[in-house]
């Protein structure tokens, strides 16, 4: 808990201001400790949720109940998935929609957004309603159609960069996600990254690869489990220049993974791969 609570004020204390959470992640409560830990800068901070109820709560319960937990008259940014109506995952959340933009009107929330995981599922939401923010999957690997976009090659209706400069245009803000891949992709990334080149900090690279991009998305989220994380992400940022070595091993990286994919991908995240680089039929190596 200790560790928690600094890596939590230390992030603050270094510039981080939007704290992204999930209730619940791999059975950890992080609600409650985390409005705890920073109980004395709340005011200060932006709080990011998914709002989703559980242990038999209703809607409007689970509202009220992060209300009271972050000690805030407001949450300033919730999501939702962008799953159709009849999407036998999420479909009910389509439900949700109305009720956070009553709670907006009133001023319990801020902005109301979604994280995008399909072409077809964004254009459903922005055909219905007005939302505040995109979430989208970016990084050094999951976003080769904005480079080819860059360099005039042509790019097709519905790849990543005609989403992001469409939801610009409507006001909308941009914020990334999985800045290092897909969950399934990091370990194995540090893990090449440590062979291909030991002296270069692969978090570092890709990172800041973002802040090159040429994007500028208006937040990226990352996920920091201890306090060594927070330091090596806050060090990117205030070091934005990258390297021709951290390049040479984004660029080995990349290309592991268009061969290696199928191995490292589960299938929650498959939805990924519309994003990536055209990759080899499941089975080749």
């Avoid at 008259?73 to 962008?82: K, T, W």
């Avoid at 922005?126 to 790019?155: C, G």
């Amino acid at each position: 808990e200790k560790e928690r609570e600094r890596m939590l004020r230390d992030a603050f204390e270094f510039g981080v201001n939007l704290f992204d959470l999930y209730d619940v992640e791999h059975n950890i409560y992080q609600y409650e400790p985390t409005a705890r830990y920073l109980a004395p800068v709340i005011k200060d901070c932006l709080i990011s949720i998914t709002i989703r109820p559980y242990d038999g709560r209703t809607l409007e319960e689970e509202m009220e109940r992060d209300l009271r937990l972050f000690g805030k008259d407001y949450i300033d940014l919730v999501r939702i998935h962008a799953w159709a109506p009849d999407h036998p995952r999420f479909g009910h959340e389509w439900d949700y929609w109305e009720k956070l933009f009553k709670w907006k009107e009133e001023g319990k929330i801020r902005a109301v957004g979604v994280p995008v995981h399909a072409w077809e599922d964004l254009i459903q939401v922005l055909d219905n309603f007005p939302i505040d923010f995109v979430i989208f999957p970016y990084n050094f690997y999951h976003n080769v159609a904005f480079l080819a976009a860059q360099s005039e090659r042509k790019v097709k209706t519905g790849d990543f960069d005609n989403m992001a400069e469409m939801v610009r245009k409507r006001g909308i803000g941009v914020i990334t996600m999985k800045p290092f891949a897909g969950d399934n992709f990091v370990t194995p990334f540090k893990e090449l990254a440590a062979i291909y080149e030991p002296d270069v900090n692969f978090v570092q690279a890709a990172l800041r690869y973002i802040i090159n991009s040429g994007l500028e998305p208006d937040c990226t989220l990352a996920g920091m489990y201890y306090p060594s994380h927070v330091y090596e992400n806050i060090d990117a940022f205030f070091n934005p220049d990258m390297s021709d070595r951290e390049r040479k091993l984004l660029n080995k990286l990349r290309g592991n993974a268009r061969l290696s994919w199928n191995k490292w991908s589960s299938d929650y995240y498959k939805f990924l791969h519309a994003w990536a680089p055209v990759t080899p039929e499941v089975g080749d190596t």
